[in-house]
Every structure is written in C-alpha cells, then in structure tokens.
C-alpha cells in the first residue's frame, strides 16, 4: 500500500491507502470522540460522535470520520464550532437514553452538554451496535440482534441460543458505552422471558 499525506488540525499525517480519517488520526495521537467504534469490528458510523469537518479539492464538508477514507492533501479539522455543537447536540440526545453512562458524563463535560435537555427515555441503549456487531463479526454466534426501526429500535438477545452461549461467554458486556448493566438487563430478559424478547418483533442482526 503506498502512503497518503494529509494534514489533521495543522499536523502533517502519513497514513496507507485504505485508512479512515478515524485511523489516520488515532496513529497520529490525535483524538477523535467515538461510541461505536471499535479496532475489531468493521466500521460502523452509528454514533456520528467522530464527525469532523474535511476540505478536499477547494470543497469543505463535514463527514463521519470513522467511514471516510483518506486521500492525499485532505485537510481535516477535528475541533470547531460547528463540530462541538454537532457533537454536543449528538451527546444531549444520547444522554436522554443513558443520563448516568460515565463515558457519556465524561464527553458532555468536555463540550458542554446538557443532561436533561430531552426528555428522558424508558431504555438505556444508546444502540451503538457493538454487542451485536461484536457477536456477529467476532464470536460468529449472531446470539444478539437489531428488532424494530426508527423510535422502537433496540437490542435482544436470541433466547434460545443466549442461554447456550451467553453466559460463558459476555464478552459483548464491557463494549457497553452505558455500562455492564444494560447488557446484563437485555441478556436476562431474553432468557427469563423468551416470549418478550422476539414476539412480535423480528430480529436483524
């Protein structure tokens, strides 16, 4: 693979063709904030946390930097003020779903969102993916999956191979950007409740 230089926030970058701006920057020690990202699961851009803002052949956009590959002479931005009050707006709505997340409470501090902005919701998932990802693409198990659209979206785990599986395993329980508990919650729903867990909803891993 043959190098491609870019420029992130005023630092030249070397990186090899087929990196994401996301990967260019974190071999450079440049930080970019992310939830769903993760050095084992393919690129996901579910929590838009690492969009930042990209300037290529005199046109300047903003991207989701986790997907968007790099290319030579792109100049990238990491921090501006569009770009905080994206990723403050992004936190604000995430922390309707999980106000007590640590990790969540860590970002909000550092681009001043607001815990209670939106109105609280019932489920803790920020439906950041990597349980379901990390079941699929590594453990090659699909135990857990994606049901309903939009609003109702969620995760739940297949009760009958969750309760062959899962709890030798749990490897998906630190992913959680909420904490060990949502994983644990859904997990024992499935289990202590197959019916509530895939009737009538379908899953989509």
């Given at each position: ?44 851009g ?46 604000e ?34 439906l ?66 197959p ?11």
């Amino acid at each position: 693979m043959s190098d491609i230089i870019l420029q992130i926030d005023g630092k030249k970058v070397i990186a090899k063709e087929g990196m994401t701006v996301l990967e260019a920057a974190q071999s450079a020690d440049i930080y970019i904030p992310t939830l769903c990202h993760h050095e084992l699961l393919e690129p996901y851009g579910g929590c838009r946390l690492c969009t930042v803002e990209v300037e290529s052949r005199g046109r300047t956009k903003f991207v989701v930097g986790c997907l968007y590959p790099v290319e030579q002479d792109l100049v990238v931005r990491t921090r501006s003020e569009m770009i905080d009050r994206v990723r403050r707006l992004i936190l604000e709505f995430l922390l309707a779903h999980a106000p007590d997340s640590p990790q969540l409470q860590m970002l909000a501090k550092e681009y001043g969102a607001k815990k209670d902005r939106f109105e609280k919701e019932s489920s803790f998932c920020v439906l950041c993916g990597l349980c379901v990802r990390y079941c699929a693409e590594v453990k090659k198990k699909n135990v857990i999956g994606f049901v309903d659209q939009g609003a109702k979206r969620e995760i739940s785990f297949i009760p009958e191979l969750a309760a062959k599986e899962c709890w030798d395993c749990k490897e998906c329980f630190p992913l959680c950007p909420t904490s060990y508990l949502q994983a644990a919650y859904h997990l024992t729903k499935a289990i202590a409740f197959p019916s509530l867990a895939t009737e009538p909803k379908s899953v989509k891993l």
